[in-house]
């Protein structure tokens, strides 16, 4: 059993990387699955928060990230079994949001206690660009729910698209097929920018430091 904490002490950053890859696969999951939406989204959203957790070293922070994330999960259960009620999806977007900013908060306190570099401190900030991407893609539709002409949508759009377009504007690819059109939303956009220089050039500093 120690050997097994030992093991998730030193991937912890890893697994919590490859749980939230995993969790923004769910559309291609529930196409290749066959299974039911419901189950493929509440299953992937579950492995998120407990790789996730791992970060949290003590208990009170990892209580936390278990009572937001069971909430979380609540409030995707009931929207799947009722896609039309406002009042679930402003439940779901405040408790994603509450959630990934707990992830954040606990990520970079962990960072913080980092004294040499190493693997963690590599995965750390790549693992903060993608809770960015996700607090991004909540942002976005919560925007979009608030004023419904704040982008210029694809056919067919649903939550994950504008994950989607949170992450293609982070990574600055601009595809155009989803565009900001209000002020708000421009202004989001242009945080969700500014934030890829810092964390990646993060990164490098530390690969450079770690091979020089």
């Not at 697994?15 to 992937?44: D, E, K, W």
């Not at 259960?77 to 992830?103: A, H, K, Q």
Request: net charge neutral.
């Amino acid at each position: 059993m120690s050997r097994l904490n030992s093991i998730i002490a030193n991937y912890k950053y890893l697994i919590a990387i490859l749980s939230v890859f995993n969790f923004l696969l769910t559309p291609f999951h529930i196409l290749i699955s066959g299974i039911s939406p419901a189950y493929v989204t509440v299953i992937n959203y579950t492995l998120l928060i407990i790789g996730s957790s791992l970060l949290a070293t003590n208990k009170l922070a990892k209580s936390i990230t278990y009572i937001i994330g069971f909430f979380t999960l609540l409030a995707i259960w009931l929207e799947l079994s009722n896609d039309s009620s406002v009042v679930i999806l402003i439940y779901r977007l405040v408790s994603s949001f509450l959630l990934f900013v707990c992830f954040c908060i606990i990520l970079v306190r962990q960072l913080l206690l980092i004294k040499e570099i190493n693997l963690q401190f590599i995965l750390g900030p790549l693992l903060g660009f993608l809770y960015l991407g996700i607090l991004g893609g909540v942002l976005f539709e919560s925007i979009n729910f608030l004023n419904n002409s704040s982008f210029r949508l694809i056919d067919g759009y649903s939550g994950y698209s504008f994950y989607y377009f949170s992450f293609i504007s982070i990574t600055t690819v601009g595809y155009g097929d989803i565009t900001p059109l209000t002020a708000p939303a421009q202004s989001i956009t242009f945080s969700d920018e500014y934030n890829r220089p810092i964390l990646l050039g993060y990164c490098d500093w530390g690969i450079c430091w770690e091979i020089y």
